[in-house]
């Protein structure tokens, strides 16, 4: 437990740095950068392989500041382009990092977080490992046998037990990541809580209606490209196109007279309002675009995260 007092929090002021948060999919990495940042930055769900690309989410701490790149959960064996693709923005994410911070689920070590954690061993810089999920523990006492052989497993990895859900633990482990941070300027202004421009985040926003609302149902290819987004005097004036590839898949989207549609439109266009803070007009096209996750144009689209 830390028990700092203002005199010694004094010592963070002045730090600035990058941490790449890593991990197996669906451990909670997405879920604790929102957290962290206090917004909704990054889209969630009860899915593995939700986020495809890496975002940055800026927090500020008794003035440190603490730059984060949640990155697509780690795919030790790619096959698809997509894959590929993600594991790439992993290498990203690595390539600029101050702190590693791997992500694991604090209820069961698994082998495929093995590979994540043989990276974090490797990594030249402070390491930590978030035990996520706590809240999800019956009884506390669980963690520790998994605490201790971690410990051993990982030497010089801290390792703090947190709910990125519920914000327990997070704290703790934001002032020990800030007391590592190399001393140096702000990379970003103080208001700034992510790199990602307004247009990119909406089509993340509507990917994630998908991802909720279609469940095993949803073609993992589908994608959400926004042709248009234009402030007009009383409303954000938004076009977004689904791209899916197989005509079963467009109706799967579509439902039973528009019906699954409309429902996506609903709760994307609150989830868009609420980003935004103004009223949102939101319309929403299916494409059926065969084999578009083999085409290059469309993959560096999602690659540079620009919807
Ligand atoms: N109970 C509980 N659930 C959590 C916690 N953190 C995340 N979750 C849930 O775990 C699921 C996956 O969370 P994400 O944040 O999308 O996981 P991720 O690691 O970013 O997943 P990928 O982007 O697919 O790699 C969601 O349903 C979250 O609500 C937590 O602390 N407690
Ligand atoms: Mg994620």
Redesign the pocket.
Same mark, same amino acid.
């Given at each position: 437990m830390t028990t700092d007092t203002p005199a010694d929090l004094a010592r963070l002021a002045g730090r600035s740095g990058r941490i790449a948060i890593i %991990?197996r &999919?669906?451990? %909670?990495?997405?879920?604790?950068v929102n957290r962290i940042v206090g917004q909704k930055i990054?889209i969630?769900?009860?899915? &593995?392989?939700?986020?495809r690309h890496r975002v940055l989410g800026i927090a500020n701490v008794e003035g440190a500041q603490l730059v984060f790149s949640?990155t697509? %959960?780690w795919q030790p064996n790619p096959r698809t382009a997509m894959d590929k693709l993600m594991n790439r923005q992993i290498d990203l994410a690595l390539g600029e990092m101050d702190a590693v911070l791997m992500?694991a689920d604090a209820r069961a070590w698994r082998n495929d977080d093995d590979p994540v954690a043989e990276w974090l061993l490797s990594a030249k810089c402070p390491r930590f490992l978030a035990l996520?999920?706590i809240?999800?523990l019956d009884d506390k006492r669980q963690l520790l046998p998994l605490l201790q052989t971690l410990g051993e497993q990982l030497p010089d990895v801290e390792i703090v037990p947190?709910?990125?859900?519920?914000g327990r633990g997070v704290e703790i482990l934001m002032t020990a990541l800030a007391e590592v941070m190399p001393v140096g300027e702000a990379e970003f202004p103080s208001d700034q809580v992510t790199d990602q421009s307004e247009r990119a985040l909406a089509a993340e926003l509507m990917r994630e209606q998908l991802m909720r609302q279609l469940g095993e149902e949803l073609p993992y290819a589908a994608h959400v490209a926004i042709t248009a987004f234009e402030d007009r005097p009383t409303v954000t004036y938004i076009e977004a196109e689904i791209w899916v590839e197989k005509p079963g898949q467009k109706a799967i989207v579509i439902g039973r007279r528009g019906a699954r549609l409309k429902e996506l439109g609903i709760a994307a266009r609150a989830a868009l309002e609420q980003m935004l803070g103004r009223p949102v007009f939101l319309q929403t096209h299916v494409r059926q675009r065969e084999a578009w996750t083999q085409d290059p144009f469309a993959l560096a689209q999602i690659e540079l995260g620009s919807g």
């Open positions: %991990g &999919p669906n451990v %909670g990495k997405s879920t604790l990054a969630t769900s009860r899915r &593995p392989q939700t986020t949640d697509p %959960g992500v996520n999920k809240d999800r947190i709910s990125a859900l519920k």
